[in-house]
């Protein structure tokens, strides 16, 4: 799969969560996590007759935090070229809210150093609908903050995050504002060298349409 064609399915994933384009698949934006996320877009893979796996172990093994034992990590979804691809062509880790740093380096570190068999990596991170916004009484400021705060905290875990020897391949951070219903990406040629994040644009929702486009 290109990055054109993802990045096309991002899209259609954040629409579908919040124009809730399914008839008995319920989300709430107030309580859109990254589970509810990854079923969506699962869904739509399966539309588009396109392989993926969840929970796929890495090929890399990564030490643990605390004890001096390696082990495999797991990504959250795998996007395959087909039945018999031996390894993914883009994985996708999911992300919720304000996580701690921590999390955000460890699966850096896990896109950064899988083999360049996959083309690339993306970050799909979901700021919830606020309280406020889900009463009509959204906070601009509040709002702003929480969007420059992730953006800070994913420029600060890249700095942050050192592996053996990095493995090029294009990244994508892409973010779902449940609160204003708009998205943000910044796409990168090159993981191992992002010059900051804070260079994409944040996109309005468009309206429920009639038939999805590819």
């Known amino acids: ?4 064609e993802f990045l096309k399915i991002l ?11 399914y008839k008995y698949h319920r989300l709430d934006k107030s309580r859109l996590g990254e589970a509810e996320v990854r079923n969506v877009m699962a869904k739509i893979l399966e539309e588009k007759k396109t392989y993926y796996g ?3 172990s890495t090929r890399e093994r990564f030490q643990k935090q605390v004890k001096q034992t390696t082990r495999r ?4 979804l795998a996007i395959y070229d087909g039945p018999d691809a031996e390894l993914p062509s883009i994985i996708v880790e999911f992300k919720r809210s304000q996580p701690v740093l921590y999390n955000i380096i460890k699966d850096f570190k896990k896109m950064m150093a899988e083999p360049n068999n996959i083309k690339g990596a993306c970050f799909f991170h979901i700021l919830p609908q606020s309280e406020g916004a889900k009463q009509g ?5 509040r709002i702003s903050r929480a969007r420059n705060e992730i953006i800070k905290k994913y420029n600060e875990a890249h700095k942050e995050a050192k592996v053996r020897r990095c493995v090029d391949k294009w990244f994508i951070l892409f973010i779902l504002d449940g609160s204003k219903d708009e998205y943000y990406y910044v796409e990168k040629e090159s993981i191992c060298c992002l010059d900051g994040l804070g260079t994409g644009e944040w996109n309005v929702l468009k309206s ?3 038939k999805d486009e590819f």
């Open 54 to 56: 969840i929970e796929v």
């Open 11 to 21: 899209i259609l994933t954040v629409r579908r969560c919040v124009k809730n384009r």
């Open 1 to 4: 799969m290109e990055k054109s």
């Open 73 to 76: 990590a797991l990504i959250d």
């Open 137 to 141: 009484k959204a906070s601009m400021g």
């Open 208 to 210: 429920r349409q009639r």
